[in-house]
């Protein structure tokens, strides 16, 4: 019988075309191995990836990150802390004659925009320079003869507060950007743009504290009237009181609940 003899022959019963026994032990032994390294590079390559894993969920903060959180944390107080925080009740200021007296607020005004707040011209830079929100409280001196407005504008950050502060009036006699804040039925209702003696400007990190001051009984700006800077002067430390809490710097602390690091 020819050694080709049922190559063209079919057959219900397969056939048997597998390896010898010793060739087919020795490629069984050959895939286990081949399996059981590729079951160690696996378990590996996940032992590093956790542990990456991990590093990156542990991985502190750099010096940079905490800066950046904690200037934020500073520019949001305009909007997370409550107005009364902001604006205390009383605020106290050093008179010509070495007394120490107190400004009572009067009122509070509600949130508004820069522009709202502005002169028109000063409200363009507002816009430009990315100005958020202006918050504005009127103040009455102890004597009650001196009403201030004193605004917050609040930026983004000091780079862009500092930008619109640089193009602000230099002069008091100029510098009336911010409008006055009266409410009809308390002692500023007599106090409007014509009554504006004197202003101010101050900025310190995101905010720009703005000041107009003038007589409470609304008596108006002229040029015959007798300079009495000396009764207006608190505006600069009511601005003092008001921005110091408002700037005062952030500690990030990551085992405070406070934070998320």
Known sequence: MPWFYGLGVTSD???????????????????????????AVFLAGTVVFSVG????????????????????????RWHTWPAGRIFPTALSYSTGLLTTETASRVEIAPQTSCSDALAAAQARRAARDQCRAALRASYLDELQGVLFTVGILAFRNTREAAAFAAGLPAT???AFSLGVLALPGTTSSQFTLAARQTATARQDGPF???????????EPAGAGQQAR???FAPAVQLA??????????????????????
Not at 18 to 34: D, E, F, N, T, V
């Open 208 to 218: 720009v504290l703005l000041t107009v001051a003038g007589y409470a009984d609304g």
């Open 240 to 261: 003092a009181e008001v921005l110091a809490p408002l700037t005062r710097p952030v500690t990030v602390n990551c085992a405070s609940p406070q934070w998320s690091c």
């Open 172 to 174: 008091s006699a100029t």
């Open 53 to 76: 894993a991990h590093a990156l969920l542990v991985l502190k903060p750099t010096a940079a990150q905490r800066a950046a959180a904690a200037a934020e944390a500073v520019a949001a």
């Open 13 to 39: 019963v397969p056939s048997d075309l597998s390896a010898p026994p010793g060739i087919a032990r020795q490629q069984g032994q050959r895939k286990i191995a081949l399996l059981s390294v590729a079951a």
């Open 229 to 231: 800077p000396s009764i």
